[in-house]
């Protein structure tokens, strides 16, 4: 099941309320030479252009003697787990692009596509994007979730309806069991589970589990997996890391600003050297740069929890504690 989103945050950033709770930060406009300078953050940015992107109404649109003033009005489809927000429609395709395309640049060969989790069929709906995938397994282990993404209209819409492609199968089935009867493997595998928040979900993002999806990537293939917060939960983030390459992967990190989450990371995995180069993404894209290097610099504070990695074994599994321990400071 695609769980990875435990925590709901705010549509502004956490930088926003800091500069708002900050004694320093002054509540009187400051008047600028040339109205129509940007001083939001990249989450204000970010969030604001996807919102202008989807359907939704202007209120008020006008400019000051200090500042541009907007009002806007839009409506969001949003899927809910456990009580736990999985994606809102204003800004699940920052996510979505940004778990998928990265990895396809990678890829020299597209033809057979693997997706653990995402169930919701969004992360399917970008992988179909390319006219030369000719196979797609999706396996999700709930499968109500896979019913709802086909055959409620408006999740249907949302996904465009990917899961009715004649490419793709579907399998409700858990991942470990699929991959353990495995014996096709595949280009490209997208890995979109929950995050470790438990013993059990922890041990998905083990050496072992790693080692059991090396079986199943083809040898020039390549393999993503959501990552956390490498922000909220950095420590998390680069164990993730640690831990594909203890299965004998070379790896690429990168993140992205997604406004109803924060800062989401991701690593790519591959059984060869890789490197960023120039690489474009192929088909149409909304949320990514034009320069995908741009989403592989950390800031220090990011890079300095690097030191702190662990390994997670099934023998040692404690990604779940590190990811509750980090989680008491946000």
């Not at 927000?85 to 990678?106: C, G, K, M, N, W």
């Amino acid at each position: 099941m695609n769980l990875r989103k435990q925590k709901t945050k705010p549509w502004f950033s956490p930088e926003y309320e800091r500069r708002l709770h900050s004694s320093s930060a002054s509540l009187t406009p400051r008047v600028d030479s040339s109205i129509g300078i940007v001083r939001g953050d990249k989450w204000d940015q970010i969030g604001l252009q996807e919102l202008l992107n989807v359907k939704h109404r202007s209120l008020f649109n006008e400019k000051s003697a200090f500042q541009n003033i907007q009002i806007i009005e839009a409506t969001d489809l949003r899927m809910y787990l456990d009580e736990q927000l999985q994606f809102s429609s204003l800004d699940e395709r920052i996510y979505h692009e940004a778990l998928v395309h990265p990895a396809f640049t990678f890829a020299s060969n597209h033809e057979r596509v693997l997706i653990l989790g995402g169930g919701d069929g969004l992360a399917l709906r970008e992988v179909l994007k390319y006219d030369d995938v000719k196979h797609v397994d999706l396996v999700d282990l709930d499968p109500l979730v896979l019913d709802a993404a086909k055959n409620f209209r408006s999740l249907a819409a949302l996904n465009q309806y990917s899961l009715y492609d004649s490419r793709v199968t579907v399998h409700p089935q858990d991942a470990v069991d699929f991959l353990a009867s495995n014996r096709s493997p595949y280009h490209i595998i997208i890995v979109d589970f929950p995050d470790p928040t438990d013993q059990t979900i922890s041990d998905l993002y083990t050496t072992e589990f790693y080692s059991l999806l090396k079986r199943s990537l083809a040898d020039d293939g390549v393999f993503v997996c959501q990552s956390n917060s490498p922000e909220d939960t950095p420590i998390v983030f680069w164990s993730i890391g640690k831990t594909i390459e203890s299965a004998g992967f070379e790896t690429l990190s990168y993140h992205t600003i997604i406004p109803s989450f924060g800062d989401w990371g991701f690593h790519i995995g591959a059984k060869k050297s890789i490197s960023w180069g120039n690489k474009r993404v192929q088909v149409p894209c909304r949320t990514l740069p034009t320069n995908l290097k741009k989403l592989f610099h950390f800031p220090h504070k990011i890079l300095s929890k690097k030191t702190l990695a662990i390994v997670n074994s099934k023998k040692n599994s404690i990604l779940h504690k590190i990811f509750k321990k980090e989680n008491l400071y946000v």
